[in-house]
């Protein structure tokens, strides 16, 4: 490895904890509650070396903010739109995705769900983050419930986005719960909005035929 290759890996490595190091902190103790001197020492560094990665506590936190919501949208959706089998097989899979991401970086998802900056550029980021995930909902609902009254598409979002951000903080405060269970959640909640309209191959029962009373005539094409 050459000088310049070392070097950049050192940048990355350094980045890396300081990242995880204020995600923790942030979470625990709020934005405000939460100093770059203690960051930078909880990162192994010096305050000048962790303002070479970051100009202010500000540029940290939206940083974090938009690495962990680039990193959650990937894997459900691609879930969703390219996994194997029917669309409750699916839908079981994004969910597993998402609340597999919400386990594996729980400091994180405290301060996503919570702002406690008192910021005004943070509190955009937070609406814009819930606008996404609305309108991410709207377009699964649009796909799969086509049926749906469009003036009722909005509310139906929020009300599955309410729904996940909510589950993923009270399974934070109750991490003995396990993920499936809240993915089972997810999915009949899902499941229940899209069922109030026709939604062919959704793994509803498949319709049989109702048998004939005695002496009723067979169907034309019927045998004997």
């Known amino acids: 490895m050459s000088e310049i290759d070392r070097s950049r890996a050192a940048r990355a490595e350094a ?3 300081i990242e995880d190091t204020a995600a923790r902190l942030f979470a625990e103790r709020g934005f405000a509650g939460t100093t770059i001197g203690e960051i930078a020492a909880g990162a192994g560094l010096s305050k000048p070396m962790l303002y070479r990665h ?3 506590k500000q540029e940290l936190h939206l940083a974090l903010l938009e690495r962990h919501r680039d990193e959650l949208a990937a894997a459900p959706v691609h879930e969703l739109l390219h996994g194997a089998g029917d669309l409750a097989t699916r839908l079981t899979a994004m969910y597993d995705a998402w609340f597999g991401y919400v386990q594996s970086h729980p400091y994180t998802w405290r301060m996503m769900f919570r702002d406690t900056t008192g910021d005004a550029q943070v509190a955009a980021f937070h609406q814009e983050l819930q606008r996404r995930q609305r309108e991410t909902d709207m377009a699964l609902l649009r796909e799969f419930a086509p049926g749906l009254p469009e003036a009722e598409l909005e509310p139906l979002g929020e ?3 309410s729904s996940l951000y909510g589950l993923a903080l009270w399974w934070l405060e109750r ?9 089972a959640t997810m999915v009949r909640i899902t499941r229940g909005l899209i069922s109030t309209v026709e939604t062919p191959g959704f793994g509803a029962a498949p319709e049989q035929d109702t048998p004939a009373a005695p002496g009723t005539p067979a169907a034309p094409g019927g045998t004997d």
Do not use: K, Y
Not at 175 to 183: K, N, Q, S, T
């Open 15 to 17: 980045r890396t904890r």
């Open 54 to 56: 970051f100009d202010s």
């Open 175 to 183: 991490p003995d719960h396990p993920r499936e269970l809240l993915v």
């Open 159 to 161: 009300a599955i986005r």
